[in-house]
């Protein structure tokens, strides 16, 4: 499956942002999506993922009740929405099909991402 994320942006910290993973087309065999980020200087992580089969969700620690992962099926479309923002957010996010670092990069392929910027 092909992705194209959008929505990133620069904001203050507290603000919000609503970030796209646009898929061409979902088929009974995409599993999950993930969300991914990678700040300046440190290696990229997870930070959330989407179960297709059921909708469940999961959330690294660091943005546990902050970020909300969905779907949108009519649109092939992933969103990540991103609420209290802090300024260790800043990152280019990601998104692939796949819920760990090490599956994208053994199976698949990353984008060209969508930088997000919190200043403080």
């Known amino acids: 499956v092909q992705l194209v994320e959008s929505g990133g942006g620069l904001v203050q910290a507290g603000g919000s942002l609503r970030l796209s993973c646009e898929a061409s087309?979902?088929?009974?065999?995409?599993?999950?999506i993930g969300w991914f980020r990678q700040a300046p200087g440190k290696e990229r992580e997870a930070v959330s993922c989407?179960?297709?089969?059921?909708?469940?969700?999961h959330y690294e620690n660091s943005v546990k009740g902050r970020f909300t992962i969905s779907r949108d099926n009519a649109k092939n479309t992933v969103y990540l929405q991103m609420n209290s923002l802090k300024p260790e957010d800043t990152a280019v996010y990601y998104c692939?099909?796949?819920?760990?670092?090490?599956?994208?990069?053994?199976?698949?392929?990353w984008g060209q991402g969508t930088q997000v910027t919190v200043t403080s």
């Open positions: 087309e979902f088929t009974d065999d995409d599993v999950a």
């Open positions: 692939a099909d796949a819920c760990m670092v090490l599956a994208v990069e053994a199976l698949s392929s």
């Open positions: 989407i179960n297709l089969k059921n909708n469940s969700p």
